[in-house]
């Protein structure tokens, strides 16, 4: 069973240091070095155009938060008008499936759950009409650190309490999504007695309150859902998917303290492999090469202009950018070495 622990590790861990870039392959001036202080630029194949930047989800929600913080640097570094288009369906794949059937002129763009897409693709399941090589990659935004919480006045008060248990019951939003998939793989990982994922609650405040009622035992995904509970006292961060147990969850274990066998090891491995996916930007296949360069290094200004990092404090978002030739190259390619049980899992998903 092939595995790159190290490597993956790193994608998810790792915020990447972007040092002053210029927007290869533009006509105009350079945009904004570290802190966006400089004027516009753009690229003539952009320059004065309006993009579409399809968001798959709702107003209001993470991914609606973090695409708006990010637009006026893109809008900055193109010299161009950046317009978000809200296109929920189908777990936030309909948009993507319509994104991969638009003209690939640099003109629409989108932002993905790419952990839920990569699982939806890998598992042969029904909704994605796309595959990995039906995308082109401008870069990752963030990623989600992935966390485990249990009722902060129930049974289960730290990992060893849900390894020991029997019956344990995980809530879910439904089947297919991340909270569905992590929990089914920790299920698996751990040999969890008699355990299930309950689902049917629409949306992450509906679980959340069925943990706090004490329906079910435990929610697995992202932090940035969780840490409201958190800080109230309500939940208990039990497990974190990060190196190091994040500040809001100072007690929660990490992998690298517990005692894993390979085959356990392989599935915690594939969710941090989909988890480095992230929630990148992404256009059709066959943008031209000039034109998706200055999508890249736009992206790579947006990330480190000063008006845009200050937004993400204040909307508590934190960006952790790869760029899409890594993302391309090291994280997608990686997908190819995920074990057989991971695979399973992700089957048993949908």
Known sequence: ????????????????????????????????????QSGAGGCSALKGKTIDLVIPYDAGGGYD?????????????????????????????????????APADGTQIAIVNG?????AILAGADGPTFGFDDLSYIGRVAVDDLVVTTNANG?????????????????????????????????????????????GFNGQSETDLALIQGN?????????????????????????FAEEAPADAPDAAVFSDLDLDEDAQGIIDGV?????????????AGVPDATLTCLQ???????????????????????????GEELKNDVVTSFDELSDDFIEVLKSSY
């Open 1 to 36: 069973m092939s595995r790159r622990t190290t490597r993956i590790a790193s994608l998810i861990t790792g915020v990447a240091v972007i040092g002053s870039l210029a927007l290869t392959g533009c006509s105009n001036n350079p945009a904004a070095g570290a802190g966006g």
């Open 65 to 101: 938060i973090l695409a708006r913080v990010i637009l006026p640097g893109l809008e900055k570094a193109l010299d161009a008008t950046v317009v978000p288009v809200n296109k929920p369906g189908a777990g936030g794949l309909l948009a993507i499936n319509q994104l991969t059937a």
């Open 115 to 119: 952990t839920g897409a990569a699982a």
């Open 155 to 199: 049974d289960y008060q730290n990992w060893d309490d849900v390894v020991d248990s029997d019956g344990f019951k995980f809530g879910s939003t439904g089947r297919g999504s991340s909270d569905y998939i992590v929990a089914n793989a920790l299920i698996k990982a751990f040999d969890l007695k008699n355990s299930q994922v309950v689902v």
């Open 216 to 240: 079910v035992d435990a929610i697995a995904g992202p932090l940035d859902s969780r840490r409201a509970s958190i800080k109230s006292g309500e939940t208990t961060g039990v497990l974190s």
């Open 272 to 284: 941090k492999a989909l988890t480095a996916f992230g929630r990148p930007l992404v256009a059709p």
């Open 297 to 323: 290094d736009a992206l790579a200004s947006a990330v480190e202009d000063a008006d845009v990092l200050a937004q993400a404090e204040k909307m508590q978002r934190e960006i952790s950018y790869l760029s």
